[in-house]
Each structure stands twice: as C-alpha cells, then as structure tokens.
C-alpha cells in the first residue's frame, strides 16, 4: 500500500467549511434573485402588445447586446474564480496528511462494518452486525487519523466536522481532526459511499470525552476490544 505524502494541515475542518459555505450562500442566493428579478423585468417590459402602434417603429437594441454579454461574461468569470480560488485553498488545507504528534487511530472499513483501533493504546473498537462501534475521542486534542479499506471503495463521513474522506483499497490516508466540544452523536459517523446492500447499515457512534474521562476509559479498556 501506498501512503499520501501531504505535510500537516488544518484540523478544525468544520470552521472551514462553514467559512465557505458562508461565501456561496449569499452570492448563489443573489444570483437566484437578478435572475428571478430579471426575467419578471424582461417579460413585462417586452411582452406582445400587437395593439401597439409604436411597437414596430421601437428602435432594435441588438447593437447593444455584445457589450452587455460581455459585461455579462466578465462577472461571472470573477465571480467563478472567486470561488475556485477560495474553494481550492480550503480544500487544500484540508487535505493534508496527518500531523503525526497527535493521537493516532487507525480506522478499517470493510463490508459492512467499522473497525477502530488506538495502536498506541493497544485498543480496538470493533464494530459487528447488531452493534456498531464507537470512536472514543478525548475533545481539543489532534486526533491523527489512518484510513484503509480491505474490499471496495468506503468514505468515512462525520456529518458534524463536514469531513469525509475515501476510503479506497491499496490505498493508505492520513488526516487530522479536532473535536472541540464532548458529547455522544449516536450514528454520528457513516459510510457516505455506497458499497453494497447493506451500505445504509454501515454507521458509527461518537463519543467525545474530556481528557481525564478519556485516561480512564483508556484504562479500562487497554488490551481489551469491543
């Protein structure tokens, strides 16, 4: 298997997505409503009136069209390179391989199931048909992920960090990610992609602790799996 040669990046993924999110709601919500505004503009202006004796010795306006699709055409292109621009920049912050000084998890999907295992701590957190795993994580800690896949291609997805990442067969990933606040999110983790029948049953509970909570269940569970 080969592994990705990224260096660190960030790990607060959700700050920078929803960052993104906050640039393309207003401009796509604009764009909705100059056009909407737009076409209730030109159906009044220009709609028939064959009753209209001005109607045929109106001036035509066509010479005029060049200039207002190439005003047009500029617009949208800074407004696409905007969002390129901005779009590339956090994915490529949030790509980055794992930082390498956090805690390391090594995570393994396989049909239909999540496997979870600390290496340092000598825990796993195994997922079966009736029960699916839990990843136990202490919060404000750089949490150094390892993803794998023993047989078609999976995507681990926290829909609360806006983080998913493939997970491909040959293929070796690292990440990191933060949790900043503790709490449990029943099915808080899922396969986003679709890898067979029973693909909807392919989740994961999320149990982010204090630290010192985190000591303990770590003591408690060293050397044992679950």
Same mark, same amino acid.
């Given at each position: 298997?080969? $592994?990705?040669? &990224? ?6 993924? +959700?700050?920078?997505? =929803?960052?993104?999110?906050? *640039?393309? !709601? #207003? ?87 999540? $496997?979870?295992? &600390? ?6 957190? +195994?997922?079966?048909? =009736?029960?699916?795993?839990? *990843?136990? !994580? #202490? ?88």
């Amino acid at each position: 298997m080969r $592994r990705a040669g &990224y260096v660190a990046g960030v790990t607060d993924t +959700r700050h920078e997505y =929803d960052t993104l999110a906050g *640039l393309y !709601v #207003p401009i796509g919500a604009a764009v909705v409503l100059l056009v909407a505004l737009l076409v209730v503009a030109f159906a009044w202006r220009y709609r028939a009136r064959p009753d209209d004796p001005d109607e045929q010795r109106r001036p035509s306006r066509i010479h005029r069209a060049p200039r207002t699709e190439a005003l047009y055409v500029l617009v949208l292109a800074c407004v696409a390179a905007l969002l390129l621009w901005r779009t590339y920049t956090v994915e490529g912050r949030t790509d980055h391989a794992a930082s390498g000084r956090g805690l390391g998890v090594l995570v393994t999907a396989s049909k239909w199931h999540w $496997r979870f295992d &600390y290496p340092r701590l000598r825990i796993v957190q +195994r997922g079966t048909d =009736d029960a699916p795993p839990t *990843l136990v !994580v #202490p919060a404000r800690r750089t949490i150094d992920f390892t993803l794998r896949s023993l047989d078609v291609i999976h995507a681990f997805w926290i829909p609360d960090r806006r983080f998913k990442r493939d997970a491909t067969p040959g293929f070796v990933s690292s990440f990191s990610l933060v949790f900043p606040r503790t709490g449990f999110w029943r099915y808080g983790g899922e396969c986003s992609e679709y890898c067979g029948l029973r693909h909807t049953w392919m989740k994961f509970h999320v149990a982010v602790v204090s630290p010192a909570a985190f000591a303990r269940w770590t003591r408690a569970r060293q050397g044992g799996a679950a």
